[in-house]
């Protein structure tokens, strides 16, 4: 009896989906993530690419006193490292292996604001507002990806910090 019972509730659920439009079983509950709520304020949220356990979560850090996040949207950014830990409330490190696009004469401290910003979950893109770089990161779980898009005829160039470790409120 109890194999029965079983066997039509599995029936009925099944059947109750044949009802429903097509459009609400391929509904993408992704779109509606907002990963910039939180940024603002100390909230201690980065809005950079990040999955569900991977080893790294790439995303932008500001140059001024940070809080644990390492980013505000207000502030220039000194490029996109690969650690952080969003709401972690302490003084966590992250901004390890930074990297950090730039054209023109060589800047060893380089930091730049972003417009055109977008993200969402695993993505994140921006453009810097002088040098008109784009920028787009993602990941895998367990590297970033990274796509620069440089304006034809600008002397390029990609700095990459491995010695970069950043804590909450220091400055470098």
């Not at 709401?87 to 054209?103: A, E, F, K, Y």
């Not at 893109?125 to 770089?133: D, H, K, L, P």
């Not at 970033?144 to 491995?162: E, P």
């Amino acid at each position: 009896m109890i194999k029965i019972k079983t066997l039509l509730i599995i029936s009925i659920c099944g059947l109750s989906l044949i009802g429903h439009s097509q459009s609400a079983v391929t509904m993408n509950p992704l779109q509606y993530v907002n990963t910039f709520l939180g940024v603002d304020n100390w909230g201690n949220v980065f809005p950079g690419a990040a999955l569900p356990f991977s080893m790294v979560n790439v995303s932008p850090d500001i140059a001024d006193k940070q809080p644990p996040s390492g980013y505000l949207s207000n502030k220039p950014i000194i490029g996109f490292s690969h650690n952080h830990q969003s709401g972690c409330g302490m003084n966590r490190g992250h901004g390890n292996i930074l990297v950090m696009p730039q054209v023109g004469a060589l800047n060893l401290h380089p930091k730049e604001m972003v417009k055109d910003e977008i993200a969402s979950p695993g993505y994140y893109a921006a453009t810097f507002a002088e040098s008109g770089i784009r920028a787009e990161v993602s990941l895998s779980a367990r590297c970033g990806v990274h796509l620069y898009t440089f304006k034809k005829g600008q002397k390029a160039r990609i700095l990459l910090d491995v010695t970069a470790t950043r804590l909450a409120g220091q400055s470098k």
